[in-house]
């Protein structure tokens, strides 16, 4: 990578900026012997990808969202006989704990 100081970069910034632009290589600007600064090509990077597209969008809940599926608890305690998923709900309905 070429190395300038200050005075001869900014007496040739035009010609320096087409020949890192063309060429793809940085050029190191220094100052009083150190490096100071790089001039480096500009690349474009792909837009990343939003993994929340969905947020800060409205949304509309059903009123009954969180109303019990007495439907879906009598389906699984059909097909599993040791559920004690009605039991929940009538506890409920009785004030009782379920055990």
Do not use: W
């Not at 100081?5 to 890192?20: K, Q």
């Not at 150190?34 to 792909?46: D, R």
């Amino acid at each position: 990578m070429k190395t300038l100081n200050v005075a001869s970069a900014r007496d040739s910034f035009s010609r320096l900026v087409d020949e890192v632009h063309e060429s793809g290589e940085g050029v190191i600007v220094a100052k009083y012997g150190h490096p100071f600064v790089m001039l480096v090509p500009f690349v474009e990077s792909k837009p990343k990808r939003n993994p929340y597209p969905l947020r800060g969008m409205p949304y509309r809940m059903a009123d009954d969202f969180d109303d019990p599926m007495p439907e879906l608890a009598t389906m699984v305690a059909e097909s599993d006989p040791d559920c004690r998923c009605g039991e929940a709900e009538a506890s409920t309905a009785t004030g009782k704990a379920a055990r």
